[in-house]
């Protein structure tokens, strides 16, 4: 057990606070022979990156990924993959000022309340910093995970949604929220600049979408792959929801309405005529696509003053100054991606396990 | 790792089938000393249990559980604990004509694609018939949580609501749907016959909350508490969406809106104007109620018949006979207890382990 | 983390104490499809049952294992197998007379300082009666390793050591010692006897030895082969050294005198010309023969009178009564057996997993 | 599960090849507040580096730790502690000629039997320097065993036993060989001088002793302490035996002659007449000092060829040049201490967790 790693076979392991010389992960139990290099991950890497427009944090970091151990001219050897990536823009005098309050819906005062000591500088460990190496480490699951394609992009900020019948995976990638509706991301500028003018915050719904998982991956009652995503995309920074599939909809549905339709394709794979299921049946998998959605909630840090506390037991206001992303759902999507990547690889190995010889598509008959 | 296996420090293996001899838990790490015998654990299972209405499965199990070891006089003794429960009332006959067949919305075909060998009668290892186990293991996961109080309640039927102004806990154990709405009851017994008559079914959404939770359980990154509960809840059956606090509805408030204010209390304890964070900041319990929701879907076993497949690759109809709720969401009310009493047993002991000497209650200042 | 759990992907949690109702274990990650019933594993259980000669304890159980979950006409379906055996002969009025005094060599003293409780008759939890379950996990563990042998032989008995030019594999089902040499059986026989005359008591040595495993089990630094044996060994009741190999004679040999010289064999096999590594090299399998030993200590109970104090912190003398095996270390042979099946078993499904296109022989080239 | 890890609360995974650009490791689980800097750790290191006499390896490396996190003000925070040693002195032309030949003895065949791809240079994974990073583990973990002192000494050379009458603790530091004996310590400088002349290599067998350790550490049946000993003692590199107090010895002894009778001392903790079992029973800690000792087996790499094959199954053979330790053994005493401070830091705190009003001293009554 260790509260800072994640995942059993395919195993990530990370580790650093925000203003410390350098964060990093180990990622152990990766397959040998996998072509790896830094140029495998730096661009998941620098599409969550900070300072890229104006809509996400200022502050400027290269976020240079090295690899210290695990391959070998240019494969994984089986060994443990150490990854790290110095921090070089640390201005710790921003800080200074909270140093001894707690910021209203922050982990400044459960860290105290645990530990009696934090490392307030940015956040320390609790800052969203860790999850470059998420996505870092989702990077090399991703090549463990061939013929699979995992997409994010985010469904709604503040309180709206984009149109589903607008969608196009093309968009995401040519906006600044990863929308896939362009009308939509035309509407969030404007309402992102007007929050980032007040010194508000947004909160955001990202969706996450895993194409071409075989069938088989997720076990029984506590081995669950929807249960493990659910866990996966829970512990990203500033989430509070997680549904699978048709999710909290799925209660309003009759059961009828919510039925998955099968039928035979003409090359013998089982195929479904809705996914309500979101890809999950009885926690594994069905071959369908695997998609999960989590709700992320405003950025804590705004400028309007709230009441607080401070560490000395008196009450206080506290208002953040500093670089802070007005809406942190944005950056969320490749850290969802990565968290979902990090889940199915690891079921992969683990399915693998116990069933070597598994058919990898929803093929009848099994035997 | 296993697949059936819950917790790390307070850990739970279930075991059985709906239709084998029997079913049955091994809990693994409980503290010695603690006042423990069946007359702990059975009132939580009588309340599980089906039979009890004419809204749930009208399967007659006694479900008995007994304590076959890790007891002693009345005492735990800090060795595993066994409970095992009969299977009294099995019918296979009923489930002849499904062994070929995949239900829609159930787990048939994914075990077969999985395992390539599945025990058909009853849904086997995927029945909710495991849940018992749950809910055993929470009455003992209850000991260890002194002072904690974990309480649950359906919050919705289909689509429609509870009123939460109506709410009275002392309502939860009046009527067949733990609803803490009185009115709302009374629209649910009149939609749910509905659904029976029709051989339809509804989904639910439940809420559990535990007050007097220390605060400081939970961890960074990958031991969150409210990642843990989110894959607690997400794995049981039929549940397709978690949130915890404010959850979706987080997404569409402003960083103002969305902020827990805190002041002192008299006593030296922390409070907070609101519990958006539902009782988690950062992964950690702040000490406040924690709130988390899950939505689960309307029962897949339907009297109308769907499209679906056998095992041999045909197109079939199913239509699922049997004893089934209408509801499957009434009877995870209980469930749901149990799985968060679980969640918290376990993170207070990792706690403790790291922690021994920090405050039971959001005192400050902290040292 | 459990402490009464074994391996990782075929993973064995027991539970049961000696005088309770009922011991049992559960065997979570088995690879479904495997023919398993009762009948597999009754025999491995008799071997090891006492009463079954005059130097074993004439404690009479039948011994007789049930499985209640995980198979399903005959086969195993992937899902925890539950084995169960009743405790029928349990004389608990023989203990009264330890309840309060710590037996010298016993756990007695030490549970009682770590939980403060224990279960005193007949040992409670540490009673070797517990083994009976790593004997039944062990047949299920064999069901795994197909083409694998594992078999034992006590090698010393007292300081009596077996000439190992007489070594027959025959002979060890042919004496009541686990013998591989006849003439030190004979030796023994009237060792025994004589210790049991004398109230007096035994160690042993025993070796363990499995043929036809895979190249590639283990991995580096904490996942080596040799350590999980060790641990395996090492945590059977009374053991007190393991060695693989050459052992602790290995430390004093040179460097050519242990060197394991290899050539080809004609079917392109790696051969060793000796294999003082015992078929681990690096903490993972060669290939070869894998050998292991483990000495267990005279048994503790004894009738010659002992100092030792009460629970009350009174010296006293403690003389054992009942029904005790003169040499415990006879029935660890099946034990250490079972264990070295565990690992093995477990090891095959982590090797699978990150490397399932590795050869199963040591065959050159690798690629 | 993780490979590369050890430890499940107190827990540390290590990463790096011999030749890489950097070793290092992640502690988690560690508790907060305990002052740390690298001045805590480097001692230990510079005990066991290479290059401190002609005895062991020529290779010079500073080995100099960094902390890169866990850490704020010079207290431990309760989050990872990541340790890193840069790689200086690799000197990678050294291991051409063994790229595609496997040392008798090494790791190099069963690496590539598994892998399919290794790093060969200076053995990578497998080499000795990943034992650095347990020592610099180890020394975090000394931080938690307040109170306990871990000493460790080499007690045999070759076939040369230490007279344990002349045992004196000073005088493992004096000498180039941590030898307690002095007379011993100069006739090993003889035998190991004539064994590096000669390109041949001598085995040893360490002793490493815990005193003021608290009862109740361990556990039953799969978390006993002696267990997890052996586990990490066998796991060091070369290490072919283990054992705990008596050990193999103790299978020669009678009961009588192995028992360890108790008495009370006028403190009211109970103290052992002799310590037989090395301070375990039952898998759990008496409260007496815990004595463990382990084989190691002579250094492989001998200057006088041996058979053996190469990677494209042919015969060859081997000798091998570069630089290297006549008896590794001796570098094996500060890891062996360090694997045994690694074991009780996390036996504390699993004990702990589940005991948290457990007695720190054998005294009693317990209640």
């Known amino acids: 057990m260790s509260h800072n790693s994640f995942g059993h ?5 990370t580790w650093g606070e925000s203003h410390g010389p350098a964060i990093g992960c180990v990622v152990d139990g990766c ?22 427009s104006k809509f996400v944090t200022q502050r400027q970091e290269p976020d240079q990924v ?19 990536i110095e921090n070089t823009d640390q201005r710790s005098k921003d800080y200074g000022e909270i140093k001894d309050r707690y910021r209203p819906g922050h982990a400044d005062l459960t ?30 699951a991703r090549k463990v995970l061939e013929g699979v394609t995992i997409r994010g992009a985010l469904v709604q900020m503040g309180p709206d949604r984009v149109d ?27 309402m992102l600049t007007e929050a980032r003018k007040s010194g508000s915050s947004l909160g955001a719904v990202i969706e996450v979408v895993a194409e071409g998982v075989s069938p088989g991956l997720g076990a029984p009652i506590y081995g669950k792959l929807d249960a493990d995503i659910a866990a996966a995309l829970m512990g990203i920074n ?13 209660a309003a549905l009759s059961g009828e309405g919510n039925a998955d339709e099968m039928r035979m394709a003409p090359d013998g794979r089982v195929l479904f005529g809705d996914n309500h299921a979101g890809g999950v049946l009885g926690g594994i998998s069905t071959g369908q696509p695997i998609v999960a959605r989590f709700a992320v909630k405003p950025t804590s840090s705004i400028l309007t003053p709230r009441k607080s506390v401070d560490r000395f037991g008196q009450e206080v206001e506290v208002l953040t100054k500093g ?20 889940v199915l690889a690891d079921h992969l190995l683990r399915h693998r396990a116990q069933n070597p010889d598994a058919p990898t598509e929803a093929r009848l008959p099994r035997n």
């Not at 076979?9 to 392991?13: D, E, I, K, Q, Y």
């Not at 397959?31 to 890229?52: H, K, M, S, V, Y």
């Not at 695990?70 to 990854?83: D, H």
């Not at 589903?164 to 404007?190: I, Q």
Request: aromatic residues 8%.
């Open 9 to 13: 076979l395919f195993r990530v392991t």
């Open 111 to 140: 860290y105290d309340l645990k530990y009696g000591i934090r490392d307030y500088r940015g956040g320390g460990r609790s800052s969203a910093r860790e999850t470059a190496m998420r996505v870092a480490a989702g990077a090399v």
């Open 66 to 84: 090295r690899i210290l151990s695990g391959t070998f001219e240019g494969l994984t050897t089986g060994t443990p993959i150490s990854l790290l």
């Open 238 to 250: 500033a989430v509070k929801g997680v549904e699978i599939g048709e999710g909290f909809a799925a």
């Open 31 to 52: 397959p040998p022979r996998l072509a790896l290099t830094e140029a495998d991950i730096q661009p998941f890497l620098d599409r969550r990156r900070p300072g890229q």
């Open 323 to 342: 670089r802070h992303d007005p809406c942190v759902g944005i950056r969320a999507v490749p850290v969802g991606e990565a968290m979902l990547a990090l």
């Open 164 to 190: 589903r019948a607008a969608w196009d995976w093309a968009a995401v990638e040519e906006n600044a929220f990863f929308c896939p509706d362009r009308a939509a991301a035309a509407r969030w500028e404007a």
